[in-house]
Structure formats: structure tokens, C-alpha cells
């Protein structure tokens, strides 16, 4: 049991999915340097996130693509 568990809310990751958002941020590289700034990020997916982790927790590659069309 880390302490920082129940502070903290985890922005490391994927609010939807609970993977790994690969996030430059939370990496403590440069935010220009994070995967977000060169691939299209659904506003779908960011609408999906729960309001508690909107605008701090960053989704993952995976979600942030724009869904296919298929089923
Ligand atoms: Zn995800």
C-alpha cells in the first residue's frame, strides 16, 4: 500500500483503459516531446473521460485514436 495511492490521482494512466499513457509530462520530458502533439487525439475519447480526471489524466495512444467505423 503506497500513500501516494489514494492522494494523488494517477496520471500515468489511461483514464479509460488503465494502460500506461506514455505521457511526456508525466515522464518529465517536454510536453512538446509527448506523442499527443503529433497524432490526432479523438474528442470522443476525451469526452469519455470522467470529469475528476479531465484536463490531468491523459489517455493513451490507443483511445486517443478516432475509432474505426467498424462494430
Ligand atoms: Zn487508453
Known sequence: MSPAEHD???TSHCPLCGQ??????VAGLPPES????NE???REALARVPEEQRGKACICPACARPAPASD
Open 8 to 10: 494523488a490521482p494517477d
Open 20 to 25: 500506461a499513457n506514455q505521457c511526456a509530462i
Open 34 to 37: 509527448c506523442w499527443c502533439m
Open 40 to 42: 490526432p487525439v479523438s
